[in-house]
T-cell receptor
Framework: DSGVTQTPKHLITATGQRVTLRCSPRSGDLSVYWYQQSLDQGLQFLIQYYNGEERAKGNILERFSAQQFPDLHSELNLSSLELGDSALYFC?????????????FGEGSRLTVL | GENVEQHPSTLSVQEGDSAVIKCTYSDSASNYFPWYKQELGKRPQLIIDIRSNVGEKKDQRIAVTLNKTAKHFSLHITETQPEDSAVYFCAATGRNTNAGKSTFGDGTTLTVKP
């Protein structure tokens, strides 16, 4: 158990819909990262938050947005969903501002867009 | 930004043999190089990491080597066992690497045949 909690574990929805994925980081970790992993693909960095502020941005689509709340949990919002958005979405947390330490990954949220 | 290339994409070895996975990176400012193991359907987990002030690090059957001049690092697994079968990801990051984000390689699927 990494200490990172992601909900929901599985989500099936239709094209054009909007979903919200939730992540609770390890106790004490201020950094939250979101990654997308499509079938047989690597880990694509989407976005990082540190203590409520956006810290770094990767190849995140404009249809996607995220935020980190005062209690440090984070949400990833995916809208106008397309078939290609089907993937496993991982949240990870770390204690550091820069990613020069271990990332603790959650179990992931598997999104299926039909 | 940082670019990480990982080879090979698939690797099949006989139980007891050694496995070597290689990664190259582009940003000379990168100073932290972790390796993650992802078993099928599971979350990535850190197995070993190395920082730029060290050339080699070993943990039981796993070792990582770093050549900063050539900008490449490698994962070595000796006496492989079937439970080593997984996808392995390398990553490179540092204080100056795009505000701290890690760039992951595309992954290597290791199969250890009993």
């Amino acid at each position: 158990d990494s200490g990172v909690t992601q909900t929901p574990k599985h989500l099936i929805t239709a094209t054009g819909q909007r979903v919200t994925l939730r992540c609770s980081p390890r106790s004490g970790d201020l950094s939250v990262y979101w990654y997308q992993q499509s079938l047989d693909q690597g880990l694509q960095f989407l976005i990082q938050y540190y203590n409520g502020e956006e810290r770094a941005k990767g190849n995140i689509l404009e249809r996607f947005s995220a935020q980190q709340f005062p209690d440090l949990h984070s949400e990833l919002n995916l809208s106008s969903l397309e078939l290609g958005d089907s993937a496993l979405y991982f949240c990870a947390s770390s204690e550091r501002y820069t990613n020069t330490g271990e990332l603790f990954f959650g179990e992931g949220s598997r999104l299926t867009v039909l | 930004g940082e670019n990480v290339e990982q080879h090979p994409s698939t690797l099949s070895v006989q139980e007891g043999d050694s496995a070597v996975i290689k990664c190259t990176y582009s940003d000379s400012a990168s100073n932290y190089f972790p390796w993650y193991k992802q078993e099928l359907g599971k979350r990535p987990q850190l197995i070993i990491d190395i920082r730029s002030n060290v050339g080699e690090k070993k943990d039981q059957r796993i070792a990582v080597t770093l050549n900063k001049t050539a900008k490449h690092f490698s994962l070595h697994i000796t006496e492989t066992q079937p439970e080593d079968s997984a996808v392995y990801f390398c990553a490179a990051t540092g204080r100056n690497t795009n505000a701290g984000k890690s760039t992951f390689g595309d992954g290597t699927t290791l199969t250890v045949k009993p």
